[in-house]
Nanobody, 124 residues
């Protein structure tokens, strides 16, 4: 029922910035806690950042704290991830995910809907 579409990925140099956006359709974005995850080749999909339904609460993976910022605009049904000071180890496919449950989860298995992903490549 819910569709998520990520955009904004690309190639950037070390230290650069990118802003990813997730468009939510089928339901209003405010129905869900939202998360950003990433998956590099040969690695498990990992949590990057999460935000509550209202946007009042956020959490981040330790690896991105101070560099990435998650935000949402429920009026526009969008969730963004601002990525600054990018490092080669940030290279991955980034996925937007929606969670209809209660609370803000960092677990892949707790999310109900996923976007198709957008590639972020950070060159050294």
């Amino acid at each position: 029922q819910v569709q998520l579409v990520e955009s904004g990925g690309g190639l950037v140099q070390t230290g650069g910035s990118l802003r990813l956006s997730c468009a939510v359709s089928g339901r209003t974005a405010s129905s869900y806690n939202m998360g950003w995850f990433r998956q590099a080749p040969g690695k498990e999909r990992e949590f990057v950042a999460g935000i509550t339904r209202s946007g009042s609460g956020t959490n981040y993976a330790d690896s991105v704290k101070g560099r990435f910022t998650i935000s949402r605009d429920n009026a526009k049904n969008t969730v963004d991830l601002q990525m600054n000071s990018l490092k080669p180890e940030d290279t991955a496919v980034y996925y937007c995910a929606a969670d209809k449950g209660i609370g803000l989860s960092q677990r892949v298995s707790q999310y109900d809907y996923w976007g198709q992903g957008t590639q972020v490549t950070v060159s050294s």
